[in-house]
């Protein structure tokens, strides 16, 4: 089997934040009971145990919440103690990641992530006055400093991270600003990820919600000023940008968004509770518990489930679109239950349809480059 990513919310949703966008706040209100309280250590040992001897090469932790470090810095030391201590006969090589809002990192915190190795994302929506329109502290307030402050002590003790920036009205039409904002202050990662609307209702009703066309102009002046530096030889990573490339110079995209179909991935709730993706941790794609149930049978669970073949579906309108092999449809969770269509397909074809020449440049100088062209 290939190499074993699992996505764990050790609080739970619970959050320390109020992003007015929040789609994980959504999710725990539709389901019967929201909040799963704080991993137990029993859950965490079951969950190591049976991870490692599931697993065939690596395998990867990865902490997302709701805000992961609410679990307390406690977990994390006896989760990391317990994975070193634990018996590995197969040799399975285990990598760390966290996604964070930043909010209660310490120097601590920034020593325990450095000594393991973390690889951190800190969610970051642009300069002060973008960020702070959508990411807000419990009583409302602006969150820009607080979270400054937690990225300039990763860098203190040189912990690898990267911006993860949820595109929205907020920031759509500064992207110029976004960018050479995060230039400025030499965020070399950086990936962008569509705000979501919540569950059940007609996309655009909120005034952060992300329409097409924003969305469109976002990407066009976002690559134009990415293409630009990347031209002049200061390299930038863009998520989807590269991914971009990556499909045009043949190989397989890493980001489940552009690959037609949704991947087999592994959602772990504080309780235990299993589900096949964090944008469907809903009791009707439950697979199970990892207190109660085993990898292989909730696999099958999954395929019975029919949730990945049912991603695989093509619009009709995706069968004669030239940047099909491109698009690949985006994410499932931007589908149009109806027709299955995307509903960023315009804000795609408009922005492939204007960046295609200058990403077609780039992808034959990676070939050359490899010698493959």
């Known amino acids: ?21 929040c789609f994980y706040v959504d999710e725990t209100e539709n389901r019967a009971v929201a909040l799963r309280g704080r991993m137990s250590e029993e859950t965490m040992h079951t969950l190591v145990d049976k991870t490692l001897a599931y697993a065939d090469g690596e395998c990867t932790f990865s902490f997302q919440g709701g805000e992961p470090t609410l679990a307390g810095l406690g977990f994390f030391r006896a989760m990391s103690d317990y994975v070193a201590a634990h018996p590995n006969p ?12 930043g909010y209660a990192l310490d120097e601590d915190w920034c020593r325990w992530l450095r000594d393991n190795r973390v690889l951190v994302g800190i969610s970051l929506d642009g300069p002060k006055e973008v960020h702070d329109r959508c990411r807000v502290d419990t009583e409302g307030k602006g969150t820009f400093q607080k979270v400054m402050q937690s990225i300039h002590l990763l860098e203190k003790y040189s912990v690898e991270f990267n911006i993860l920036t949820v595109v929205s009205a907020a920031n759509a039409r500064r992207a110029g600003q976004v960018y050479n904002f995060f230039k400025k202050q030499s965020f070399g990662y950086q990936q962008y990820i569509e705000c979501l609307d919540p569950l059940g209702e007609e996309p655009g009703g ?5 329409t097409p066309e924003r969305y469109e102009a976002f990407l066009k002046t976002m690559f134009d000023e990415w293409y630009r530096d990347v031209s002049a030889g200061h390299y930038v990573y863009n998520r ?11 190989q397989q995209p890493e980001s489940c968004s552009l690959r037609g179909v949704c991947q087999a991935q592994w959602v772990i709730e504080a309780d ?5 993706c964090d944008f469907y941790a809903l ?5 199970g518990n990892i207190n109660t149930d085993s990898f292989a049978g909730m696999e099958q669970k999954r395929r019975e489930s029919g949730f990945i073949a049912q991603s695989a579906r093509v619009p009709e309108a995706c069968r004669s679109c030239r940047w099909a092999m491109l698009c690949r449809n985006g994410c ?5 239950e109806d027709t299955g269509q995307n509903r960023f397909c315009a804000a795609y074809q408009g922005f492939l349809e204007y960046a295609y020449p200058r990403l077609q440049e780039l ?7 490899a010698g493959r062209r």
């Open 90 to 101: 197969k040799g399975i090589r285990v990598r760390w990641s966290i996604q964070t809002n």
């Open 272 to 276: 235990g509770s299993v589900y096949p």
């Open 332 to 336: 499932r969770r931007n589908r149009a």
């Open 363 to 369: 992808a034959q100088a990676i070939l050359r480059r």
């Open 206 to 210: 909120h005034d952060y919600s992300l």
């Open 283 to 287: 009791d009707e794609w439950r697979l």
């Open 1 to 21: 089997m290939p190499p074993l990513s699992l996505l764990i919310k050790p609080a739970s949703g619970s959050c320390n934040m109020r992003c007015r966008y």
């Open 240 to 250: 989807y940008f590269e991914n971009l490339l990556m499909i045009m110079t043949g």
